[in-house]
């Protein structure tokens, strides 16, 4: 067994400590690592640059801890039980690593376990203790790691069967807020950390509802004995991380419904659909992978071209569960569609990359955005999502609706997740032909392989919803359901950038392909001064392009570095990039028979399986 001790040593100055003991050391050597990525986000972090300070003893001896490149370290050969100490800097408010201070902690495995080379398959077991002082006398612990003792909710011993699994049960501790409910029989634990005024009842139903269909459609729960929500409520954040048996959330804490608030919010809406996908992927990811992902090396990338299938698929159900469940109606579901077509339809990327190497390429593209990244990529995320919805469409109607994605993905479940078999890159394609008997090739070519843009207002119509693309009203309309034509009859006329405020400045973030500013010559990182000798910010750079007369420069004055420059800018129409949907009158039955059926919840209850 390989013993581990975690203490938050320093919480004011963020450092963990951590002792590992190895009873049997390598007789060539003991080597130990650190991993260079978290499974789930898929960008090269290099967690060894946080440790600060590590020493190792064998009886007492100290021993030299020879480092072999960035993240692996080699012990001299001994015979004797090695126990090696090192501290760990923590101060990544993410999902993705570990932060501690004064009000609380959260770890990762990866930022914190040194995986022992050769051993990795021992079981593992981890004493927790919270730091010293009476301030810190009734902090709590939450993670679904297995009690070795400990009780819920407390510091003590936990345990794991091997590394791959220690790694992959996150750590809160702290003062929190938990509520539970049961689905399939399954404890569900909510756990929010950060000052809030949610109403955790609500958000207990809400998720209970949810969960429930995603555990219907794939007609159970993987084995597991309690799931765990781990949500960090701050002023500003959005993200998740999924796990094994739960998943780290963080989220504004505004998007949290309060108390006596009946309503759906946007923010909470969000909320939701964030709970949904991470939950989604229990089965699509942790489970139904592909092979690149089973037992991964994670010193170095794992690469495949089908994240469009497992972020893509698992973006198109995360929506889809809210209406599935009830928890939203269809013109809040049609507004998130618009969104995330509006989203796609911006990005030029999306004609020069295709998502099958936006996949492959996710380690040095996706994660590292840069100011040409509209430009130049495409979401496997958001356009995976569509493809995801296109996919369905087409399987309900080439096979009369005896089939739909919902099949494929219990197709998936059955025969590769249960079985802990990963999936060769044409595993997908060549299911959906076998169980359908639909040669969607030349589908495959174009909307996975190539760049050409999905015909969706065929597949919207065929389900009786219309949709229609128009110009932006601004950097804030990213479309929704179309209420009667509202736009002017005059073109609005745009400089093709993005900004944000640093101050009184305003930053270009990035500058379209094509679009006024960089045909005139202005790049991103300029910052914008004054427009036709009037001083311009966020708040007023629509309304000056507005008043621009259509065809005529206006000067833009930018500072460049620390050289002020002029440039004569031809505002140009805004795209026709903006989506609208809406549920259409006066169809056949039929269509709306289709429509329900691709809508229709799998659990009538709440209660689950």
């Known amino acids: 067994m390989i013993d581990y001790k975690v203490r938050p040593l320093s919480p004011d100055a963020h450092l963990f400590q951590v002792s590992l003991d190895i009873q049997k050391p390598s007789r060539k050597g003991q080597r130990v690592s650190l991993p260079a990525w978290i499974p789930g986000s898929y960008m090269i972090r290099d967690f060894s640059r946080n440790i600060v300070s590590i020493s190792a003893t064998a009886d007492g001896e100290v021993l030299e801890l020879k480092k072999l490149d960035k993240q692996v370290w080699i ?213 139904i992978k592909p092979k690149s992902f089973v037992n991964p090396d994670l010193k170095s990338e794992a690469y495949t071209t089908l994240l469009w299938a497992f972020e893509g698929i698992t973006s198109y159900y995360d929506d889809l569960a809210l209406i599935r469940s009830g928890c939203i109606d269809i013109e809040s579901y049609l507004t998130l569609m618009a969104k995330t077509i509006t989203r796609v339809m911006r990005g030029a990327g999306r004609l020069i990359q295709s998502v099958s190497d936006s996949s492959f390429d996710a380690w040095i593209k996706f994660y590292k955005q840069d100011e040409n990244a509209p430009n130049a990529i495409v979401s496997y995320y958001a356009k995976g999502a569509l493809i995801a919805f296109s996919l369905d469409l087409q399987i309900r109607a080439g096979t009369d609706g005896k089939r739909s994605l919902d099949d494929i993905m219990r197709i998936l479940w059955t025969q590769y997740g249960e079985r802990d078999v990963g999936l060769d890159e044409g595993d997908i394609e060549r299911i959906i032909l076998e169980y359908t008997g639909l040669d969607l090739a030349a589908f495959f070519d174009a909307a996975i392989r190539g760049c050409s843009d999905l015909d969706l207002e065929a597949f919207l119509s065929s389900i009786g919803l219309g949709f229609r693309l128009r110009q932006s009203q601004g950097a804030s309309d990213f479309g929704g359901v179309y209420k009667g034509d509202t736009e002017s009859s005059a073109p609005r006329l745009v400089l093709g950038v993005g900004t944000r405020s640093e101050g009184k400045d305003l930053v270009l973030t990035h500058v379209h392909d094509g679009g006024a500013a960089q045909i005139a010559g202005l790049s991103a990182g300029d910052t914008l001064v004054a427009i036709d000798g009037l001083r311009v910010a966020e708040a007023n750079i629509d309304g000056l392009i507005t008043n621009a007369i259509n065809g005529t420069p206006v000067k833009v004055h930018a500072f460049r570095r620390d050289e002020l420059m002029q440039f004569d800018v031809t505002p140009l129409p805004a795209n026709t990039d903006t989506c609208e949907l809406w549920v259409m009158e006066k169809i056949d039955q039929s269509i709306v028979n289709r429509r329900n059926a691709w809508l229709r919840p799998y659990a009538k209850s709440a209660d689950g399986l």
């Open 75 to 287: 012990l001299p050969i001994t015979d004797k039980p090695i126990s090696i100490t090192y501290q760990v800097y923590a101060w990544d408010l993410s999902v993705r690593s570990a932060h501690l201070d004064t009000t609380h902690g959260f770890f990762n495995g990866t930022s914190l376990f040194l995986k022992v080379e050769g051993q990795d398959d021992q079981a593992c077991l981890v004493e927790i203790l919270p730091p010293e002082g009476d301030a810190y006398s009734k902090w709590r612990l939450a993670t679904t790691m297995t009690s070795c003792g400990a009780k819920p909710f407390c510091f003590g011993m936990y345990g794991a069967s091997n590394y791959e699994e220690l790694i992959d049960h996150p750590v809160e501790m702290g003062h929190f807020m938990d509520a539970s409910f049961e689905v399939a029989g399954v404890k569900h634990a909510i756990v929010i950390t950060g000052k809030h005024y949610s109403d955790m009842a609500r958000i207990c139903t809400d998720l209970k509802k949810i969960c429930a269909q995603h555990v219907a459609m794939f007609g159970g729960l993987p084995e597991m004995e309690r799931y765990l929500f781990l949500i960090m409520a701050i002023g500003d954040g959005y993200g998740g991380l999924e796990h094994r048996c739960s998943t780290a959330l963080i989220c504004k804490r505004d998007d949290l419904p309060q108390k006596h608030q009946t309503t759906m919010s946007e923010g909470y809406r969000q909320f939701l659909g964030l709970c949904s996908h991470e939950y989604f992927h229990l089965w699509n990811v942790k489970r």
